[in-house]
């Protein structure tokens, strides 16, 4: 901005540009002056999403938007992706996102909102969670889904969900708390509050999620922690997680819930990056990220839309031979 306010140029990015210089006028107009992916996006169909606002069980509003294919046609039934978003005191904008545009570019719907929790409308929006969390966050969730249903154009049978640190915690706490989904991807997640209390690097708003330590109250973290659950645990869920993960530690989320789900025969995977800490999914190596993706969209075309992957399969146990006399 020069000094007198009369000449403005600002970084500009939707859900379909990417940090481009626009000149702003007094009164507000716009005029843009580089266009640095013309050719990237000459070779692809990008697609802004729809944004969308319901109402929750208590009457919050709730904003969200949905990622369609390039291609959608709303007389079709489609596969739906719940993407669920960590913090859980972030949120997800009006903003340009690979990982969403490559999902609807592979033929699923997206359906990514802001539970309460989320920031950016208030602090009593965003607070209201605590000393309840995981719990009335999933209700907004499941009533998100819910509304996207009565459109008319998703497979409810086709259902998956995913969700990273936080939405890793939510993705564990749905499918302890419903069967509707077919699939679920959970990633760099958090399954026993208690074990996680003891050996993550980050316990910063510990004191704001429990009121006591897992010692003393024990009840309250097994209540809110999805391990505690695993038995009702139907859906076929993947673990994504980092090797060298401290903010949300294996061994306190996804290695707990898949071990136990190994125990009880329920249809599992686990996939553990090396070297990769909690940042995997945006500053991790490349080829991991690649990987990561890969995988999510792998496991739910095995299970949505029955597209075989070799790699997924669960192979009988052999039987053992009777002992030499």
């Known amino acids: 901005m020069t000094e007198d306010a009369r000449a403005i140029v600002a970084l500009i990015s939707t ?26 996006w000459s070779k692809l169909v990008i697609t802004a999403p729809e944004e969308i606002d319901y109402a929750s069980f208590d009457g919050r509003h709730i904003q969200g938007w949905i990622q369609k294919p390039p291609d959608f046609d709303p007389q079709k039934k489609y596969p739906l992706i719940l993407n669920i978003h960590g913090g859980p005191h972030t949120a997800y904008g009006w903003v340009f996102d690979h990982e969403f545009q490559w ?36 209700r907004d969730l499941m009533i998100g889904v819910d509304d996207l249903l009565k459109r008319g154009y998703i497979d409810p049978k086709k259902l998956a969900v995913t969700g990273g640190s936080g939405g890793g915690v939510l993705t564990d706490w749905t499918i302890s708390h419903t069967n509707r989904f077919a699939a679920a991807v959970s990633q760099r997640d958090i399954s026993n509050w208690a074990s996680w209390w003891y050996t ?9 999620w429990f009121k006591a330590p897992p010692f003393e109250d024990p009840q309250d973290y097994a209540s809110r922690s999805a391990i505690t659950f695993v038995k009702d645990i139907h859906t076929p869920v993947m673990f994504v997680l980092g090797e060298a993960d401290s903010r949300c530690p294996p061994d306190s989320g996804g290695e707990q819930l898949f071990r136990a789900l190994k125990f009880l025969k329920r249809p599992t995977e686990m996939v553990v990056f090396p070297r990769e800490t909690h940042e995997l999914s945006r500053s991790g190596e490349p080829w991991h990220r690649v990987e990561r993706l890969e995988h999510i969209v792998g496991w739910f075309d095995k299970w949505l839309l029955g597209v075989p992957h070799e790699e997924y399969a669960v192979h009988p146990e052999k039987q053992l031979a009777d002992p030499a006399p």
């Open 200 to 208: 993550a690097d980050f316990t910063l708003f510990e004191p704001n």
């Open 15 to 40: 859900p379909i540009m990417i940090g481009d210089l626009f000149a702003v006028s007094a009164n507000g107009d716009q005029t843009r002056l580089t266009d640095f992916n013309r050719k990237l």
């Open 103 to 138: 999902m609807a570019a592979k033929g699923y719907v997206v359906l990514y909102v802001n539970p309460r929790g989320s920031t950016s409308y208030g602090q009593e929006f965003g607070n209201i969670i605590q000393y309840h969390y995981p719990g009335d966050d999933y």
